[in-house]
C-alpha cells in the first residue's frame, strides 16, 4: 500500500490530517496563509523530532540538503529558518494541544485490552506525577519558577497498563504539583498512584465521593489514630495493616472517612515505606505492588527527555515552548499508534532509532521493521530507576 512513499509520509499517515485541519480552523491557523500552513509547520517540527535534529538551523538544513525529497514528505520545499520561528512564535499553540488530546483519544482506542503490568486487576490504573523542565531565567523570563531560574512542568495522567498519557497539562514552574488534580476527571472503579506531593485531603475525598481508588505516600507529620489492624504476615514485607482516623480537625473536615494505613519494608532497597489509600479490599500487597507501579511514568519522563526534543527549545515565547511541546509529545504518540496498527515487535525506542536514520528511504515500513539484520539497536541504559 505504501509503495514508493517515503518512511517519513508513511509514519506520518498515522496522524489524520482531517482531524489536524479541525483543530486548525477552530483557532483560524492558516489566516492569510499562502503557503506554510500549519501542517507544513507540523512536518517540520515532526521531522526535526523524529531526526534528532539539535536545533531549528539543524532542521533546516537537513531539509535543504534534501529538497529536491520535500515535495513527498508533504512539506514541498525547505522553508526558512525565519519563516517556521515566526510561525512557532505566533500560531496559536492550542491547535498542537487539541491534535495531541485527539492523537491520545486515537492511542487510547487501540491500546484499551493492553496491560504491561505484573498487577491484575479489571479497573484502570492511572500515575499522576509531573516533570519539571528548567529554562534561562534571562530568556523564558514569563516561566515563573524560582528567584534564579525559569521552568515550565508537565503534569501528566499516564495509563500505567498502555504506557498511553490519559491527559497532560502544561503549566508555568511555580505551579504545585496538586492542581494538576483539578483538571483531571477519572472513571469510576480506576485506581490513582501518586506521591506525597499530592496529598491534600479536601482533593483525596473528591475522589473518593467519585469512587476512585488512590494509592499514596503518607508524610511523616500527619496526625491519626489507629481505630483497627488487621493480621499481617511480616515475612511478606508488609509491617502492619491499619484502619486510621485524621485527628486534625482541619483535615478531618476535609477527608472525613476513614483510610487506610500500610507500612511495608522493600527488601530489594532496605526501605521501609507508608503508604494511604481509601481501597479496603485489595490485599496490603497489592497495594504496595500498585505503588511499585508508579516507576512507569518515571521511566516515560525519562523516554520523552532523553528521545525528543523538549529540553532544549526553538524559540524563546511561551507560544513556541508550548508548540514544541505538544508537537513532541504527538511524535511520541504517533510512534505508538503506529506501532499497535503494524503490529511490531520493536520498542519504541528501536522503532524511533531506525526511523531517524530512514526517513527518506521508500521501504515499505512492514518491511523495514522485519529486517532483523537492521534492528540490532539497543537503548542505552544509564542506571536502573529504583522500583519505590
Known amino acids: 500500500m505504501n509503495e514508493g512513499k517515503m518512511v517519513f509520509s508513511q509514519l506520518m499517515d498515522f496522524a489524520s490530517d482531517d482531524i489536524f485541519k479541525r483543530c486548525v480552523q477552530r483557532y483560524n491557523g492558516n489566516y492569510k496563509v499562502k503557503d506554510f500552513s500549519c501542517w507544513k509547520q507540523f512536518l517540520c517540527m515532526t ?3 523524529l531526526t534528532h535534529r539539535q536545533s531549528l538551523s539543524d532542521t533546516v538544513l537537513c531539509m535543504k540538503l534534501q529538497n529536491d525529497k520535500l515535495y513527498h514528505l508533504g512539506i514541498g520545499r525547505a522553508f526558512d529558518k525565519s519563516t517556521i520561528s515566526r510561525a512557532n512564535e505566533s500560531r496559536d499553540w492550542r491547535i498542537f494541544r487539541d491534535f495531541g488530546l485527539k ?3 486515537q492511542a487510547k482506542s487501540l491500546y484499551g485490552d493492553e496491560n504491561q503490568l ?8 492511572f500515575a499522576l506525577d ?5 529554562l534561562c531565567l534571562s530568556v523564558f523570563w514569563w ?3 524560582r528567584t534564579t531560574k525559569s521552568a515550565v512542568k508537565l503534569h501528566t495522567l499516564l495509563d500505567l497498563k498502555t504506557r498511553i498519557p490519559e491527559y497532560v497539562f502544561i503549566s508555568e514552574g511555580s505551579v504545585h504539583d496538586i492542581n494538576a488534580l483539578d483538571y483531571m476527571f477519572l472513571p469510576r472503579g480506576s485506581y490513582l498512584v501518586m506521591d506525597k506531593a499530592y496529598i491534600d485531603f479536601s482533593r483525596l475525598w473528591r475522589l473518593t465521593c467519585e469512587r476512585v481508588n488512590f494509592v499514596l505516600r503518607a508524610k511523616d507529620n500527619m496526625q491519626y489514630k489507629v481505630t483497627a489492624r488487621r493480621k499481617v504476615d511480616k515475612k511478606t514485607g508488609v509491617l502492619c495493616d491499619q484502619t486510621i482516623e ?10 472525613p472517612k476513614k483510610l487506610r494505613r500500610i507500612r511495608y519494608f522493600d527488601k530489594e532497597t532496605g526501605k521501609t515505606f507508608i ?4 481501597n479496603f479490599k485489595l490485599s496490603a500487597l497489592t497495594i504496595a505492588a500498585l505503588y511499585k507501579c508508579r516507576w512507569g511514568i518515571e521511566t516515560f519522563f525519562k523516554w520523552i527527555k532523553q528521545h525528543l526534543k523538549i529540553q532544549t527549545f526553538w524559540g524563546q515565547s511561551e507560544n513556541a515552548v508550548m508548540t514544541q511541546i505538544w508537537i513532541a509529545i504527538s511524535t511520541y504518540l504517533i510512534i505508538a499508534i503506529a506501532k499497535k496498527k503494524l503490529n511490531l515487535s520493536q520498542s519504541m525506542y528501536e522503532i524511533l532509532q531506525l526511523i531517524s536514520i530512514s526517513a527518506f528511504d521508500k521501504t515499505p515500513l ?4 522485519a529486517n532483523e539484520k537492521k534492528l540490532d539497536i539497543k537503548e542505552q541504559l544509564s542506571n536502573q530507576l529504583t522500583l519505590f
Open 47 to 49: 521531522f526535526g523530532q
Open 130 to 134: 509531573s516533570t519539571t523542565v528548567d
Open 366 to 369: 512492514k518491511s523495514l521493521f
Open 143 to 145: 516561566a515563573k519558577f
Open 275 to 278: 503508604f494511604i489509600t481509601n
Open 246 to 255: 485524621l485527628t486534625s480537625k482541619s483535615r478531618s473536615k476535609k477527608y
Open 118 to 125: 505484573d498487577v491484575k486487576l479489571k479497573g484502570r490504573i
Open 103 to 105: 492523537l491520545i483519544e
